[in-house]
């Protein structure tokens, strides 16, 4: 059974950075696709930043330029760097990846507040 744990959001003062990382676990095989999605509060889900298996990268407008994504395969993790956070960014983000099926990390907390 494959399971997705994600580490690294917090609380942080807006201009701040964090680090988020998920790893995969369970599977022998590498992910066709590894990325992140958030849910702010009363808003709909909606996908932050993803990476394919060939190397092919997307980010969704409002965190282009802000945050990185990057994985390692050996390892079967992908981290979310965010840098200049803004209170928009608050949210629960959620680690997905696809190795054939797709699967989700419970998720963690970011909150940017002063």
């Known amino acids: 059974q494959v399971q997705l744990v994600e580490s690294g959001g917090g609380l942080v003062q807006p201009g701040g950075s964090l680090r988020l990382s998920c790893a995969a676990s369970?599977?022998?095989?590498?992910?066709?696709?590894m990325g992140w999605y958030r849910q702010a509060p009363g808003k709909e889900h909606e996908f932050v930043a993803g990476i394919i298996i060939g190397g092919r990268i997307s980010y969704t407008d409002s965190v282009k330029g802000r945050f990185t994504i990057a994985r390692d395969n050996a390892k079967n993790t992908v981290y979310l760097q965010m840098n200049s956070l803004k209170a928009e960014d608050t949210a629960v983000y959620y680690c997905?990846?696809?190795?054939?099926?797709?699967?989700w990390g419970k998720g963690t907390l970011v909150t940017v507040s002063s």
């Open positions: 369970g599977s022998i095989a590498s992910p066709s696709f």
């Open positions: 997905n990846a696809n190795f054939g099926a797709s699967y």
